[in-house]
């Protein structure tokens, strides 16, 4: 988890609230990721960025979206939390597109 | 549409004898593959990678893993397991060329008793 943190760690929010997640880096890698994992999914891409405001969706995107104002820092949103995004939420960054992903420490939320 | 399988959700060895887990994958063209562990409350942690070249490729924690392409799996491997080595594994892939991301599997979980 070196280099990765993630902000909150974990959260309880009810249905209809908008909600906010943090991913912070200090490698200076240009590519970060969210995915969420949820038990029998494995995990599933949300968004990606690849470089200050440029962004792309994954698998999962409906529901959630991103911003990256700076290298350092890949916001993820989801504008009216759902009891389906109950999950725990991974970031994860790389050097890039091809490399490795080293993934945070996560965020457990939990929408009621 | 890329995708991977592990058949087994969890793989149980005693301390000692050797570990396989096993991942079959699906994918436009060559491959890059990779496998992941993840303990309790943690985030993935890489453990090793194919990208090209030996069909053996060594990773971390005395792990290894076997990239066959006629059967297209990529099985990981270590020849005497340790209780430590307790963990949910993935598996990953993506397309070695053109827009692709990484796919994970659904996760083997490895227990293994002393």
């Known amino acids: 988890d070196a280099g990765i943190t993630q902000s909150p760690r974990h959260k309880v929010t009810e249905t209809g609230t908008p909600v906010t997640l943090r991913c912070h880096q200090t490698?200076?890698?240009?590519?970060m990721y969210w995915y969420r994992q949820d038990p029998g999914h494995g995990l599933r891409l949300i968004h990606y960025?690849?470089?200050?405001?440029?962004?792309d969706k994954g698998e999962v995107s409906d529901g959630y979206s991103v911003s990256r104002s700076k290298t350092e820092d890949f916001l993820l949103t989801l504008e009216s939390a759902t009891s389906s995004q109950t999950s725990v939420y991974f970031c994860?960054?790389?050097?890039?597109?091809?490399?490795?992903?080293?993934f945070g420490p996560g965020t457990r939320l939990t929408v009621t | 549409a890329q995708s991977v399988a592990q058949p087994e959700d969890q793989v149980n060895v005693a301390e000692g004898n050797p570990l396989t887990v096993k991942c079959t994958y699906s994918?436009?063209?060559?491959?890059?593959l990779f496998w992941y562990v993840q303990y309790p409350n943690r985030g993935l942690q890489f453990l090793l990678k194919y990208i090209t070249g030996d069909n053996l490729v060594k990773g971390s924690y005395g792990f290894e893993a076997e990239f066959n392409k006629s059967q297209t799996s990529f099985h990981l491997k270590k020849p005497s397991a340790l209780v430590s080595d307790s963990a949910l594994y993935f598996c990953a892939v993506r397309a070695r060329s053109g827009y692709s991301t990484l796919t994970f599997g659904k996760g083997t979980m490895l227990l293994v008793s002393p």
């Open positions: 994860a960054i790389s050097e890039g597109q091809y490399y490795e992903q080293y």
């Open positions: 960025s690849y470089g200050v405001k440029d962004t």
């Open positions: 490698e200076n890698h240009r590519y």
């Open positions: 994918v436009s063209g060559n491959p890059y």
